[in-house]
Each structure stands twice: as C-alpha cells, then as structure tokens.
C-alpha cells in the first residue's frame, strides 16, 4: 500500500497506533474456579485483568461433580486455580488437579488458591469413620460460603492470589477489595435488619450445610432430614423431624431443589413451610452473584422463619 496519498497516510497511521494497542494490552488471567461464588469474587476483585472459568454452574452436588474433557481442558490452561476448599471439592478435583499436569495450579505452585485459608471452620468431627456418614468433612462443615463473615476472609485470599500474580496491579486489586468489603458490610446492615426480629428461630434442613448461615445470624439448626450426611432418609428419623417440627413450632425447612418432593411431604405433616435454595450463587439467573444470592437466601428465611 502507497502511503503517499493522504488517506493511506492516515489508515497506516490508525494501523501502527491499533498494532502498538494490542501489544501493550496485558492477557488476561485465566483464572479457574470450581464454584460461581469464587468466580464472582475474582470477577469483583480482579476487574477486566481476569477472565474467571467456572468448573460448575452453581446446581450441581459439590460432593458429585463429574468430571468432563472440558474441565480438563480448562485447567490445563489456566494461569490459576481457586478451590472452596474444607475437603468440599475432595472426590473430584485432586485428580483433576493432576491429570491437568500444569505446575501452576497444583496446590504447591504460585497459581493456587484455597479459599478457606484462615477460615474458623465450625462442626470438625471428633470421628470420621463410616458410621458417621458418607459426607463427612474431616476438617470441618465446607459450607462457609454461607456466612459473609468468613466470605470476607475468602475475598483477602482471592486477592492475595491476585497480588502473587500480577503484584504491579497490587494497588487495583486491593482497592476494589476495599469496595467489595464496603459492599458487604452495606449488604450485612439489611441482612441483619431483616433476620433480626427471628433472632434464636429454628428452622430444619435436608442437609447439614446451613450451620454457617445460622451462626452468622443467630438462627438455630434444630434437625436433618438426612439422619447422617450423605444417608437417604429413613421412615422413621423423617417420623422424628415431624414429631420435632411439630413440638418446637418449627415453620421452615430448607432443601435444595433437588430434594423438594421429600422436603414439602415432610413440610405439609409438619405444619412448616420450605424454602428451596442452593448452597451457592448460579452462573446466571436470579442468583447470579454471591450479594444476589445471600439476598435472596435472606429474603426467604424471614418469609418462612417462625418468631421463638
């Protein structure tokens, strides 16, 4: 192309700036996470540096998550990987982990990321051979992403991560943590607000994974559907629930989806209502986003709890 002519001297011009553009502009972090809760906060703390992968979409059973190519694939390329951790993705990621076979992510390489760290975990067994259940946590309930307190604690690590990776960026990261963590404490003056009036309610679950929510807001867990995590229910410990519901005046049980055939027979016996509600943000819908989704999970607890 001639560059003689006015308009090519321009178009060359417009092509060097576009060429010199892109050559500056750093990649993006790919980051992997196996949960939409960490894939948010690393999308809030890390800004348009970081193109956060997620492994599930939110719906799935994080004790029974099946493992695809894709996933493979994903971590086989990442620059990073952030885990819930507690032992909660125990029986799929490790040997996704190593099949990846990229340094980075295995839990001694710079790019890894368990989100737990630092977190107090609350119901760590004093057993955990078989009778105590199929879904036992050695180190404790995995479920504190229920609990904007130690979500809080989640939110340094994500950006500690960022910080090893990308330490020019230092300063952006930690500032947009100190946005998130005025967001929460905003969040947490509502959140508060609203559970308030049922503070030392009782409320019964499907599985043991509401003991975080209940801590953070001064509810009380009084039962199982499941009589041992992980076991399917039994005639006679859901008879007990019933019995317990009735005689407590227990107005709500929580279970996910998944499980709400079993949760509204129970409800309808024992005068309670249910309140159907995953364990974490989705990927996209109403629940996209961990703020959306506490939110939501707020909301339905004051509609159902019963005043002690």
């Known amino acids: 192309m001639s560059t003689s002519h006015p308009h090519n001297r321009i178009l060359a011009a417009c092509l060097l700036c576009a060429s010199l553009a892109g050559a500056q502009a750093p990649?993006?972090?790919?980051?992997?996470?196996?949960?939409?809760?960490?894939?948010d906060l690393l999308q809030r703390i890390g800004g348009d540096?970081?193109?956060?992968?997620?492994?599930?979409?939110?719906?799935?059973d994080l004790h029974l998550v099946r493992t695809r190519p894709s996933l493979?694939?994903?971590?086989?390329?990442?620059?990073?990987f952030v885990q819930l951790g507690l032992d909660a993705e125990h029986a799929w990621v490790p040997p996704l982990l190593r099949s990846a076979r990229?340094?980075?992510?295995?839990?001694s390489g710079k790019g890894f990321c368990d989100a737990s760290r630092g977190v107090k975990p609350l119901q760590v067994p004093q057993r955990t051979n078989r009778g105590a259940g199929p879904d036992i946590h050695p180190y404790g309930n995995p479920h504190y992403n229920l609990d904007p307190r130690r979500?809080?604690?989640?939110?340094?690590?994500?950006?500690?991560?960022?910080?090893r990776l990308d330490p020019p960026r230092t300063k952006d990261y930690r500032a947009r943590?100190?946005?998130?963590?005025?967001?929460?404490?905003?969040?947490l003056v509502v959140w508060k607000r609203k559970l308030a009036p049922?503070?030392?309610?009782?409320?019964?679950e499907y599985h043991n994974a509401w003991v975080y929510f209940a801590d953070a807001f001064e509810l009380k867990v009084a039962g199982q559907l499941e009589p041992a995590p992980g076991l399917?229910?039994?005639?006679?410990?859901?008879?007990?629930?019933?019995?317990?519901?009735?005689?407590?005046?227990?107005?709500?049980?929580?279970?996910?989806?998944q499980r709400a055939d079993l949760a509204r027979r129970v409800a309808r016996d024992a005068g309670a209502e249910v309140a159907l509600l995953q364990l974490g943000s989705s990927s996209e819908g109403s629940a996209k986003g961990w703020f959306a989704f506490m939110t939501r999970t707020v909301d339905a607890f004051a509609a159902r709890l019963r005043k002690p």
């Open 102 to 107: 990229n340094a980075a992510i295995q839990p």
């Open 198 to 204: 049922f503070r030392g309610a009782q409320f019964l």
């Open 232 to 257: 399917a229910p039994t005639p006679t410990h859901l008879a007990k629930m019933i019995d317990l519901a009735k005689r407590e005046r227990i107005g709500l049980i929580v279970a996910r989806p």
């Open 151 to 163: 979500m809080r604690t989640a939110a340094r690590n994500v950006c500690a991560l960022l910080e």
């Open 177 to 187: 943590l100190a946005a998130w963590e005025k967001e929460l404490d905003r969040h």
């Open 27 to 39: 990649a993006k972090l790919r980051i992997v996470a196996t949960v939409p809760d960490l894939a």
């Open 49 to 60: 540096r970081v193109a956060p992968q997620c492994l599930t979409t939110g719906q799935e």
């Open 72 to 80: 493979l694939i994903q971590l086989r390329r990442a620059d990073a």
